[in-house]
């Protein structure tokens, strides 16, 4: 931690010198004069008093979003209370940030970049997702340095480092995806709008199909819900053309023991592949992970998931159809240890990984205990508009440890639909309504036997 500390505030002394630098008019080329508007000519770009040599990026994310729940879901687990009620509530989002990127005299790049999130949950929100709570806080606030053309037999860019809040995510988001809590006194539970790590530290290094990361990563925790989450790791990853990636993880993480006991000293052992095998048919693509978590009797569960997908490429509206198996074990009662499979940071990649389910994965089920066979259907009708149904049908591994009395393995079925709409190059629009059909699992926890409708609309806005 001390070293990377003392590796940003070199980079910050670096970038700082370059600064100055840009700075010195005896170095800034001379500016153009303003050409006269009225013969006809394009004026000058207006200055932005920011030094002129260093390439400058002003991003700006939005977004807002209404959701409803029929016969909701949010009842008090712990008093057993058989409530049924409508719910409903409404987050918005927004995120400005300015990137920074210095060529160097050797042809490597000194980079940063500044950000921040401010998220509100308001309208009769459910405690789950923060009721009426509004923050604006720090998102990235890093500063990297990368060799560019700098060693030209290795490839550009072969070596990367960065060092502060930042963003790092593996795969498909099975493992680790998302640094940030979300939802509770900082709202935007949905919208999820935060994702760095509160420290990262990371090293690359890219020859050829070949990449190598090194990674230290501390979690951005909910202030409630403070873990101590932090792990070490290696990554490896391997692409074989333009249509196969074949990846393996070790992670070592710790927790506060008295939060996530399970976590403290765990061991993550990760292999996964993504490929299209077949060269005369590349729409059909298959992934394949698995993960093992050891940490003597505290934790030793595994996971597993495997996924064929068949896109009709050459057709209307390109239809592809996916099959996906997802297996997270249960803690088994009859045994000492703990086989409760963590399933770590997770994150959304597309639509229902690892969000098993619009209603279900994201309001009372996690990657752990779980087994979900997922039939999906995608169309895309243009290139502004796409859609799909999404059907999910859960099962406990452990039906005794799920709650008291569960002895059924049925947990539920559920369907979803969603449109996704780019309406123009900044704004894009979805829609979704999710129904959910609590099976007998559930009805031997809750005695809940209505079925759960949602519905949801969201606005997003970049540029």
């Not at 977004?63 to 949010?74: D, L």
Request: charged fraction near 20%; proline fraction near 6%; aromatic fraction near 16%.
């Amino acid at each position: 931690m001390g070293r990377a500390r003392t590796l940003i505030f070199v980079l910050a002394i670096v970038l700082a010198a370059a600064v100055a630098r840009a700075q010195d008019p005896a170095q800034d080329p001379p500016q153009p004069t303003p050409t006269d508007t009225q013969n006809g000519t394009t004026p000058a770009p207006r200055p932005t008093g920011l030094p002129a040599k260093i390439d400058w990026k002003f991003n700006f994310d939005a977004a807002w979003g209404s959701f409803g729940f029929a016969n909701a879901v949010f009842n008090d687990p712990r008093e057993r209370a058989r409530v049924d009620f409508g719910s409903h509530w409404f987050e918005g989002s927004v995120k400005p940030a300015l990137s920074a990127t210095l060529v160097l005299p050797s042809s490597s790049e000194v980079y940063g970049t500044l950000s921040g999130v401010g998220e509100r949950t308001y309208g009769s929100a459910p405690r789950l997702v923060g009721p009426d709570f509004s923050s604006f806080l720090p998102e990235e606030l890093s500063i990297g340095w990368r060799s560019g053309k700098a060693f030209e037999r290795l490839g550009e860019n072969a070596l990367d480092f960065t060092v502060g809040r930042a963003q790092y995510k593996i795969g498909h988001g099975f493992l680790v995806w998302d640094g940030a809590g979300e939802g509770g006194t900082r709202g935007g539970y949905w919208s999820n709008a935060r994702k760095a790590w509160e420290f990262a530290a990371i090293g690359r290094f890219k020859p050829a199909h070949n990449t190598v990361e090194s990674f230290y990563l501390k979690k951005d925790d909910l202030p409630e819900h403070e873990t101590g989450s932090r792990l070490w790791g290696e990554n490896y990853e391997y692409r074989i053309g333009e249509n196969t990636t074949l990846g393996a993880t070790y992670l070592r993480l710790w927790a506060r023991p008295d939060v996530d006991p399970q976590r403290d000293g765990l061991n993550v052992y990760n292999a996964r592949a993504y490929t299209a095998p077949i060269p005369a048919a590349k729409d059909l693509t298959f992934e394949v992970e698995y993960a093992a978590e050891r940490n003597h009797d505290a934790l030793h569960s595994y996971a597993w998931t495997g996924q064929a997908a068949y896109e009709l490429s050459t057709r209307t509206w390109k239809p592809k159809f996916t099959y996906r198996y997802a297996f997270f074990q249960g803690d088994n009662a009859a045994t000492a240890a703990n086989e409760a499979f963590d399933p770590l940071f997770l994150g959304f990649h597309d639509w229902g990984t690892w969000w098993q389910g619009e209603i279900a994965g994201e309001y009372f089920v996690s990657n752990s205990n779980l087994i979900s066979h997922v039939v999906r259907a995608h169309v895309a009708p243009s290139d502004a508009v796409s859609g799909g149904l999404i059907f999910y049908q859960f099962l406990l591994d452990q039906p005794a440890t799920y709650a008291p009395g569960v002895t059924d393995n049925h947990l539920a079925f559920e369907a979803d639909a969603y449109v996704d709409w780019k309406i123009n190059k900044n704004f894009t629009a979805s829609f979704t309504f999710a129904f959910a059909d609590p099976q007998k699992a559930v009805q031997q926890a809750s005695n809940r036997t209505k079925n759960f409708a949602y519905g949801m609309v969201f606005l997003a806005y970049s540029y």
